[in-house]
Structures are given as C-alpha cells and as structure tokens.
C-alpha cells in the first residue's frame, strides 16, 4: 500500500511537471505570436512612420482607423511575411509584408479593405501581398460588399521578379470579376506607378489626394529618357492633370483625412452589390416640397446661361449631392443625390460651360457614371439642354462619333429607372441621346421652356429660307412657334408631360415610386459590344 501510495505521487510530480512545461511552452508561444501582432502593427518601424507623417501622409493604419466605423475593423493575414530568398531577402522581412487587410463597416455596412503600407518596402507588391488582397476581394464577392483600396505604393517588388507581375495579374482579373457585383474604390493616397495604376483604372471611382499622390505608368525619369521632356511628378501624374485632363481620377482631394471621409459619404448612396436595391436613407424633405424660385431661374433666351446645379439642389432632398468628376467635362454634372430617401444618379448638361453642348469627355464621362447605375440599380435623373454634339475638325478627327455613341449606348441598354426633364433647348442628336423616350426612357417630362427640335431657329432659317432671307426675324419667329416649344413633341408621345418647373420635385419621386416595381431585361447574349 505504501508503494501504491508512493508510486502515485511519482507520477503525481510528473504530471505536475508535464502541466508545468506545457503551460511554458503555450506561453512562449503566446509571446511570440502578441510580438509578432505588435511588429506587423509597427509596419517599418518608427522612423519610417515619422518619414510618413512628415510627408504629412498618414499610415496605412490610421487610414483604416479614420475610414471604417470605430472599433469595427477585423485584419486578416496579420502574420504573412514574404518567401523570397533571392537578393538577401530572406534576412529581410517584416510582418505583414506591406499590405493591411480585413473588413469593417462603414456606415453600419460591411466593407472589406486593403490598406498598402509604404513604411515597409516601399509598399511594393510581393507575392503574399497579392495573396492578401486577393483573398479579401474574393470573400467581398461571396459576401456582397464593397471594396476599397487604399493606395500607397513604389510599385512591384523587384526581387520577386514574374512572382510580383502575377500577383498584380491576379488582383487585375478580380477586379474586372468583380466590375458590376460589388462596388470598387481608389484612393490614390502616395505614389502609384507602372503595372499598379491598371488596378484602380478597373475599379468605379478614383480618388487622389493632392500633393502627395501621383499615377502614372513610366515616371518622369524614364520620360526624359525616352522623349527628353522634362517634367515633375506633378506635372506627370499628380491631382490636377488626372482630374481636370485625363479624367482617370474622379476627385481629388486637400488630405488623406478629407479623402477618407469623402469614400465614407460617397459609400452611403451605394448598395452593398448589385443583388441590392439602391440605398435608402430618411429624409425630413417633404416629398410635394414646390419651389417657386425654378419657375423663373431658366432663362427664355436660350442663349443665356445658368448653373444646373442651381437646378438640382433645389429638386433633391436636402438640397444635397455628391458630385462624381467636377473638374472634368464641366459641360456636363454627374453624381449622386436622393429623392424621397432614396437614392438616384443625376446626369446634367450644363449651361454654364460651352452652352452644356456634348463632346468627346463629356460623352465618356457621363457613359460610365450611366452604366455604373445601370449595373447597382440606381435610378437615373436626367436633366436636359444641350445645344448638340460639339463641331470641329479636332473633335471629328479624335473620334466624337465612336464616343458620343458610347452614351447613346449607355442610355439605350439601361434598365433601371429613367426619368428626364428637358428644361431647356434639346437639339439635334443630342436630344436622341440624353435619356430619350426612344432609348427606353421611362418617363420625359419637359417644362414650358423646353425647345425640342433639330437645331435652334437660327440655323434652322438658313436652310428651309435660304433662298429668301430678306425677312429672317419674321422666319425664326415663324420657326420658334412651330418647333421651338414642347408642344409637338409631346403631342407626338415623346414627352408624357409638360410640368410646371416649381413641381418637379414631387412629379420625380411620384415616378420613382411607381418605377420601384419596374422589371425590364435586355436580350440574352455572352456579352455586349459597345463603340469602345
């Protein structure tokens, strides 16, 4: 019995002592894997943060931390570090290999995100950094919900070599997989240079941060190279150049905060996919809200401008929009704005800018913004007067008629809700091509000072009078009765009602809750093939 007893507590002790070295070992394991947590949270290390903020760039983290809902945001992949060996690679790595990525809500509603972080190798793209992104934009297409890069990067990972170019093919082919599921946004918050820049041209919006971004395929060295001219980052590929000309970037903005915040708002009139209806949101604008000051603010000569965005803020709920692109193709306003809470793409010509006439960016312009509602179920505002399509050899020589047709296309296989208003002139082509009853529109209203006709009266006289001219005030006036008005459209069914401008308001919203049911599919086909 002694020895039972003695036997027992041998054993006893080495349980104990067994309990005792696996307790060490899981907490040395504990420790490893919170200093590795802590060194992907450290990214380059502090010195290269402090290089960051000097910069006046934020990290890739505190982006994430200002974009997403506080306390929300959940990191995959914190632990990932690169496999390469080549070049002293192997001596070195950093955790989380220059890339934060997860899901969190903005807004109350899941996004997933990827943050590239430029303390650690310069944000170059490796191979497991590719990985990263492509996992979260594959579980963003299971889940239905958008997704945002946020980019900061030198570009591709010369060390890895082909590993790196796949790793950007890869992201590439989802983007393009995921172009009319789920929403994708840019932000171009540093450098984004070579191969890189295909990613955010494959995704919906584009926004850059002034000062601090630049886009561009070969930098200015290798410009002076090849051509000899010398020219700044700036001048290559900053902010002003891809808003105001190139019209690659949507918007730019004055900091990485106001950008962030900017992506959150512009996040709120979208639906998390396109197996959602647009958004909703309360409003306290009365839906028959009237607005006398629209019965007066259309000038009758139509060669007086005014501001069409004079006009939409005071038809929308709140008075409130976010315009998409303003700085480019200023003849035309797009962007997003609600309607009785519920959210609408509003298109414009604008009178301001070239008499609101139509040509090649403007047409581009406008195209993708109609198809990007078209394919998340968005409704479609259209407000009308333009003059037409933009004469001039230079126009005609770059292609005016491949991409004006590109908005005809756009408008033509549209099946969401379409309603516009023609406040104004409506001529020639142009008049086909903005939304008209024969593209599907669903519903047109004019207002008294519409003029729906071939071309103004001046143009018109010179040709149907040309052979006596000798009365030419009493032939436009004689003109202008007969086509200058909306009468003969609508007594022909083109338009399906002349309103009174002060109710446009509620004549929308009315239409847009009738149209909620609307069901409409295009022909069966692989796919289309627009003027590209």
């Not at 430029?118 to 944000?123: D, E, L, S």
């Not at 989802?174 to 171009?188: D, E, F, T």
Request: aromatic share 8%; with cysteine.
């Amino acid at each position: 019995m002694l020895r039972l007893i003695s036997t027992a507590g041998a054993v006893g002790k080495l349980g104990l002592r067994g309990y005792a070295t696996a307790s060490t070992k899981a907490a040395e394991v504990k420790s490893r894997i919170e200093a590795k947590r802590q060194a992907a949270v450290a990214g380059g290390g502090e010195k290269r943060i402090a290089v960051q903020h000097g910069k006046g760039k934020l990290t890739a983290r505190e982006r994430i931390e200002l974009l997403v809902d506080p306390n929300t945001f959940r990191e995959y992949d914190a632990f990932v570090e690169h496999q390469c060996t080549d070049f002293g690679m192997s001596e070195q790595k950093i955790t989380g290999d220059g890339v934060v990525t997860g899901v969190g809500k903005i807004n109350g509603r899941t996004t997933f995100v990827f943050s590239q972080d430029f303390t650690a190798f310069g944000g170059s793209l490796s191979r497991t950094f590719a990985q990263k992104v492509c996992k979260i934009m594959d579980r963003a297409m299971q889940a239905g919900a958008p997704v945002i890069g946020l980019n900061d990067s030198g570009g591709a990972r010369i060390q890895e070599g082909v590993d790196s170019l796949a790793g950007y093919a890869e992201i590439f082919k989802r983007n393009v997989l995921a172009s009319g599921v789920v929403p994708q946004v840019s932000l171009i918050m540093g450098p984004c240079a070579g191969g890189a820049v295909y990613s955010p041209a494959l995704t919906d919006f584009t926004f850059m941060v002034r000062n601090t971004s630049y886009l561009f395929v070969t930098g200015p060295d290798v410009v002076k190279a090849v051509t000899n001219e010398s020219v700044t980052q700036e001048e290559l590929g900053g902010a002003g150049p891809h808003t105001k000309k190139s019209g690659v970037a949507h918007d730019a903005f004055d900091n990485d905060v106001v950008a962030l915040a900017r992506t959150r708002e512009l996040l709120s009139y979208l639906p998390q996919s396109n197996r959602e209806p647009a958004a909703l949101r309360y409003t306290a604008d009365p839906v028959d809200r009237a607005d006398a000051a629209l019965d007066t603010l259309v000038p009758t000569d139509s060669h007086r401008a005014y501001d069409i965005k004079d006009v939409v803020a005071r038809i929308v709920d709140d008075g409130r929009f976010f315009e998409i692109m303003p700085e480019f193709a200023r003849n035309i306003f797009i962007g997003f704005a609600r309607m009785g809470g519920q959210s609408v793409g509003v298109v414009g010509n604008q009178p301001l800018v070239s008499s609101g006439v139509l040509d090649i960016d403007a047409s581009v312009k406008a195209a993708r913004f109609v198809r990007f509602c078209d394919a998340f179920n968005i409704p479609l505002v259209t407000f009308v007067d333009v003059p037409g399509f933009l004469p001039g050899t230079q126009q005609e020589h770059n292609g005016i008629i491949r991409e004006g047709a590109k908005l005809l296309y756009a408008y033509a296989e549209a099946t969401v809700p379409k309603i516009a208003v023609t406040t104004r002139k409506a001529y020639g082509g142009a008049q086909c091509v903005m939304s008209s009853k024969q593209l599907r529109g669903d519903v047109n209203f004019a207002w008294p000072t519409a003029e729906l006709a071939v071309m103004g009266a001046k143009g018109a006289v010179e040709i149907l009078w040309r052979k006596d001219l000798s009365n030419r005030a009493k032939a436009e006036e004689e003109y202008n009765r007969l086509f200058a008005n909306p009468l003969p459209a609508a007594q022909r069914g083109y338009l399906d009602d002349i309103i009174q401008p002060s109710t446009t308001r509620q004549r929308i919203i009315e239409e847009l809750e009738i149209l909620k049911s609307k069901q409409m599919e295009n022909p069966p086909k692989k796919h289309d093939n627009m003027p590209l």
